[in-house]
């Protein structure tokens, strides 16, 4: 099956950026911004913007969304930026920029829901270790409330599984190493991945089941619209 995509400029050419789809154009220029400005003002930003849990004094309602916007670093954001231009675009230019703007925040939202219930099992059994006096359970109390969580990850591992169950065969390669594989099976193998970290805490400073909700949401969504036939934007067919 072959997709075509026409423009809307009336024969007009613009830069590479201004060919981009609205929403994904607009996401990264957003997130772009706000990675400048967290570097002239690290403390503000991070304090304000990222998302605490929920008993922590630093916590604020907005940082369910705000914290999707913010990255730890250079590479943080430059990778995540890529996945969006690259794989963002194709799933925005299929479902269409409203549906994908939806699809975006709501796999976000669910990539929070999934980090923060996990936080609370962890909270829960701390909390019972420090009834019982145990000092490292407090530690560990003190760690979750003041470590901020920052990134787009969550709703750009959304976007990859949106990828993978539109076009399950298109070949995907890593850069490192450089494997090949289907999209199916590549985003397959990342779910697994973020399973066995999130469970043993490898990479501990990662949030594995942020990424394991969002391509939760990702999934229920594609499969939700597919089976109620409002998966396609009408305009482009």
């Excluded at 193998?189 to 594995?208: K, N, Q």
Aim: some cysteine; hydrophobic content about 50%.
């Amino acid at each position: 099956m072959a997709y075509y995509y026409y423009g809307n400029d009336g024969g007009r050419r613009g830069g590479f950026f201004s060919s981009l789809p609205p929403v994904t154009r607009n996401l990264i220029i957003v997130n772009l911004i706000i990675y400048l400005a967290t570097l002239f003002n690290q403390n503000f930003m991070i304090g304000t913007f990222a998302l605490f849990y929920p008993t922590s004094p630093f916590f604020h309602g907005w940082q369910v969304v705000t914290h999707m916007f913010m990255h730890g670093g250079f590479w943080h954001v430059f990778f995540n930026m890529y996945t969006l231009l690259i794989f963002g675009s194709v799933v925005e230019r299929i479902i269409g920029s409203r549906k994908f703007l939806l699809f975006y925040f709501v796999c976000g939202l669910g990539a929070v829901a999934l980090h923060l219930g996990v936080q609370y099992l962890q909270m829960q059994s701390y909390m019972e270790g420090a009834a019982l006096g145990n000092a490292a359970a407090l530690q560990n109390i003190a760690l979750i409330k003041n470590t901020p969580t920052v990134g787009a990850s969550g709703a750009i591992y959304g976007v990859l599984m949106g990828y993978a169950m539109l076009f399950p065969e298109s070949r995907m390669t890593l850069l490192f190493p450089p494997v090949t594989l289907s999209a199916k099976w590549m985003v397959a193998i990342f779910a697994a991945i973020e399973l066995f970290t999130g469970v043993t805490g490898l990479a501990g400073s990662i949030a594995h089941f942020a990424h394991l909700g969002g391509m939760l949401i990702g999934y229920l969504m594609i499969l939700s619209w597919r089976k109620r036939g409002i998966l396609f934007d009408k305009d482009r067919l």
